[in-house]
């Protein structure tokens, strides 16, 4: 078991929890793993090279070999700077899809655990609290109603200027939910022992205070906010 604490975040799409762990993770001066980053890597990767979403084995080798780099807000796949191409929708469906392969969950899991480095990580995903970072000092369950995180995806894709229509954003919202919590491998679900947040009504900045309040509570570390 690793001393170097862990905040892990999970949620359904669109529940802000990115936002959220990243705030929480400058506070702090913790790194962060935006871990539906690499389930997006792999499923970009696959499109470029050509790679099936069903041809399980190809996709656990490209998971397995992604020749990537994070770089403060970059993402940079085979030298490509991908991070527009990443937050498309498209995007989110197909690495919902290859997600649910457990090779691929399995090829990703030592890259998730390298990010766990001092002084501290937070973590966000789907199972960052029930199979990745099961030792976690803090896990939160973060979600908010369909509708709300609809508007809210729907809002992100305008400002960065990518053509979106709420409708379609609300069914592939649903979608993805029903498929990440029914697949047979660590599916989206609240664990016993995360804290639910629901922030259908609650702005960014409590969402972030509520987190280092729970932070605080349950290690004891001060927290300067
Ligand atoms: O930002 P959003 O919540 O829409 O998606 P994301 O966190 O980037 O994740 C994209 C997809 O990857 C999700 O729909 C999940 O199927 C999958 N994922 C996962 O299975 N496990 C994780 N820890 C993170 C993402």
């Not at 069903?54 to 780099?69: G, S, T, W």
């Not at 992100?156 to 919590?181: F, P």
């Not at 639910?196 to 932070?215: E, M, R």
Request: charged residues 25%.
């Amino acid at each position: 078991m690793s001393r170097i604490p862990v905040i892990a975040i999970d949620g359904p799409s669109a529940s802000g929890k990115g936002t959220v762990a990243a705030l929480v993770a400058q506070a702090l001066g913790y790194h962060y793993l935006d871990s539906g980053a690499l389930y997006r890597l792999t499923a970009l990767d696959a499109q470029q090279q050509g790679v099936a979403l069903d041809d399980a084995p190809e996709l656990a080798q490209l998971a397995l070999n992604l020749e990537v780099r994070f770089e403060a807000q970059q993402i940079y796949l085979r030298g490509q700077d991908v991070g527009d191409l990443l937050r498309s929708e498209t995007c989110g469906v197909s690495a919902s899809k290859i997600a649910a392969i457990p090779a691929v969950r399995t090829a990703l899991l030592a890259r998730q655990h390298a990010f766990r480095q001092p002084p501290g990580l937070v973590a966000d995903g789907r199972d960052m609290g029930s199979v990745v970072f099961p030792d976690a000092q803090l896990k939160v369950f973060l979600t908010a109603s369909a509708e709300e995180r609809a508007q809210r995806r729907y809002k992100q894709l305008m400002e960065k200027e990518i053509s979106a229509n709420l409708a379609d954003l609300l069914n592939d919202l649903r979608d993805r939910d029903a498929r990440d919590s029914a697949r047979a491998v660590a599916p989206l679900r609240q664990e016993d022992d995360a804290i639910l947040l629901d922030t259908s009504q609650i702005g960014i900045a409590d969402a972030v205070d509520f987190v280092l309040k729970n932070y605080e509570l349950a290690t004891g570390i001060q927290v300067n906010c």
